[in-house]
């Protein structure tokens, strides 16, 4: 079954350093997998995807994120933190017309 | 483009009375779903459409019911609300199934006292 795991439900970072949050995945074939963040009182918002190719993909925001066949992840990361980008992480993956997706990561940058 | 509009963005219920979440997409979306949101359980899909006239069960569509007589409309009724569905409803489309994404609309938030 496919699914998507988010270690951490919350990641505190000083602003101005760098920033990595965790999935990892379970699916079969080769696989999609997606970014979202989402603000205070706000729907999500697609940061960036990944489908075939160059295993760094890079979004909006700045934001990058790094996808190991071996090691089934796709952490998201950033070189310098905002205090901006404080907010809810999701992680997702499609399974047909549905998509499944994480269980969230709280990011917190301090100022 | 308006995106996805979801209305009301804030509704009190009491227990046993019905409502309709509206869901409203302008972007020609084939597939749209309602997800609810709770502390440390993410998203979790209620029910979704892959179009016009076509819906089927997400993970909790328990007490929830959809239709999707237009392609541009997926409006979501809780038949007999109960404290167990006070949460935050997403409405989300998406032009095709795999690697699209969604579009989500902004919300709304649902207590039911």
């Known amino acids: 079954a496919q699914s998507v795991a988010q270690p951490e439900d919350q990641v505190n970072v000083a602003e101005g350093n760098p920033l990595t949050v965790k999935c990892t995945y379970s699916v079969s074939g080769n696989p999609y997998l997606f970014w979202y963040v989402q603000y205070p009182n706000r729907g999500l918002q697609f940061l960036l995807k990944?489908?075939?190719?160059?295993?760094l993909v890079k979004g909006s925001y700045g934001f990058e994120a790094e996808f190991n066949k071996s090691q089934t992840s796709f952490h998201l990361k950033k070189p310098s933190a905002l205090v901006s980008d404080s907010a809810l992480y999701f992680c997702a993956v499609p399974r047909g017309y549905k998509y499944i997706f994480g269980t969230g990561t709280r990011l917190k940058v301090l100022a | 483009n308006a995106g996805v509009t979801q209305t009301p963005k804030f509704q009190v219920l009491k227990t046993g009375q019905s409502m309709t979440l509206q869901c409203a997409q302008d972007m020609n979306h084939e597939y749209m779903s309602w997800y609810r949101q709770d502390p440390g359980m993410g998203l979790r899909l209620i029910h979704y459409?892959?179009?016009?006239?076509?819906?089927d069960q997400g993970e909790v569509p328990n007490g929830y019911n959809v239709s999707r007589s237009t392609t541009e409309d997926f409006p979501l009724r809780l038949l007999s609300a109960a404290p167990s569905q006070t949460s935050v409803y997403f409405c989300a489309s998406s032009r095709r199934q795999g690697g699209y994404g969604y579009t989500f609309g902004s919300g709304t938030r649902l207590t039911v006292v």
């Open positions: 459409s892959v179009g016009a006239g076509i819906t």
């Open positions: 990944y489908i075939t190719g160059d295993n």
